[in-house]
C-alpha cells in the first residue's frame, strides 16, 4: 500500500470515527488526490479551524474557485459546521476531509466525476 493509499485510509478512519459518516471511498480517494503534494506536508495537510485566515483561504481557494460557488455568508457558515463536525478540539482536522465534507454539503460531488 502506498502512502497516498495509507493517508486516504487514516481520512476514512477520521470521517467514521470523529464526524460520524460512512465515506463515499470512490469520493474521498479523488478529493485526496485534488490536494495534490498538500497531503504530504505536516502543516499543509491539515486546517486550523481556530484561525479565521485559515478558514478564509478555505472559502476562497476551495469553495470559491475549485467548487465554484458564489461567495456570501452560507460559505463561511458551511466551513464552521463543518469544523464543528470534526470537533473544534480536534488538532489535527486534515484537509482533505474537510474538502470531502464541503463537497458533500453543497453536493457538487460531479465536480470530481
Known sequence: MGRRDELIAQYADDLRNKCGMSPDMALLTKVTIGCGPSIYDADASTVAGGQQSELETVKQNFLIKKLGLADG?????????????????????????????????????????
Open 73 to 113: 455568508p452560507e460559505l463561511m457558515n458551511a466551513i464552521n459546521a463543518v469544523v464543528d463536525t470534526y470537533g473544534r478540539s480536534e488538532r489535527n482536522k486534515y484537509r482533505a476531509v474537510v474538502y470531502y465534507m464541503l463537497t458533500k454539503h453543497f453536493g457538487k460531488e460531479s465536480i470530481y466525476g
